[in-house]
């Protein structure tokens, strides 16, 4: 089975650019999360969504940072514009409902971002 | 909120005994998970405890006191390759499947 997929990978930009980065969970679960890591912050959840709708977006640092799902399949985070401090791993990850395996979500490889 | 430490980092040697803890605070705990993480990977699922007591895994077991607002992970007969990071997540009764992570442990493992 595939598991969570992400892309870009890598990606490299300027500074006052837009970043998009997509993810497609794994098919049938119906959580999907956006968690950022760096050195000094670990690993910090952006934004959640049950069912392709948003539930809680308080981790979403600011203004530049928006998340979509418009499907069960598909997700963007997207940072516009870009700064240097959002240089970090984004993690997209997904689950299927509380009680069939306890808190067990499953992460895609990460998009490693670096602003310059 | 919920927030969880963990110590930052933690050195054994092969084949012997470690033992990660964490500590939680937090309103409307859903009980404890335990994740790995490679240098350049993913975290990956080890182990979750929604009950007090001991949970075992193969070599690994994990352990949580809701009391005590306490839990650890034990590594048995370490590996070289057992060397990551491993974070406690907690569980939330008020945001459906959400799960905060700790502040992760760098394990070492040395021949």
């Known amino acids: 089975d595939a598991g969570v997929i992400q892309s870009p990978r890598h990606e490299v930009t300027e500074m006052g650019q837009e970043v998009t980065l997509r993810c497609k969970p794994i098919?049938?679960?119906?959580?999907l999360f956006w968690y950022r890591q760096t050195m000094m912050r670990g690993l910090e959840l952006l934004i959640y969504?049950?069912?392709?709708?948003?539930?809680?977006d308080s981790g979403m640092p600011e203004d530049r940072f928006s998340a979509k799902m418009p499907n069960a399949s598909f997700s963007t985070l997207k940072i516009q514009p870009s700064e240097p401090r959002d240089s970090a791993v984004y993690f997209c990850?997904?689950?299927?409902?509380?009680?069939?395996?306890?808190?067990?979500?499953?992460f895609g490889e990460g998009s490693w971002l670096t602003v310059v | 909120g919920q927030s969880l430490e963990q110590p930052s980092e933690v050195t054994a040697v092969e084949g012997a005994i470690v033992q990660i803890n964490c500590t939680y605070q937090?309103?409307?705990?859903?009980?404890l998970s335990w994740y790995q993480q490679h240098d350049g990977g993913a975290p990956t699922f080890l182990s979750y405890?929604?009950?007090?007591g001991l949970e075992e895994t193969g070599r690994f077991s994990s352990f949580l006191s809701r009391s005590d607002s306490y839990g650890y992970l034990l590594l048995q007969e370490l590996q070289m390759k057992d060397s990551a990071s491993y974070f406690c997540?907690?569980?939330?009764?008020?945001?459906?499947?959400?799960?905060?992570f700790g502040t992760g442990t760098q394990l070492k493992v040395e021949l």
């Open positions: 990850a997904s689950t299927t409902a509380r009680g069939v395996s306890g808190n067990t979500i499953y």
């Open positions: 098919s049938g679960h119906n959580s």
């Open positions: 969504f049950n069912n392709n709708v948003p539930i809680d």
């Open positions: 937090t309103s409307g705990f859903y009980g």
């Open positions: 405890n929604a009950l007090d």
């Open positions: 997540a907690g569980g939330d009764t008020g945001g459906g499947n959400k799960l905060t």
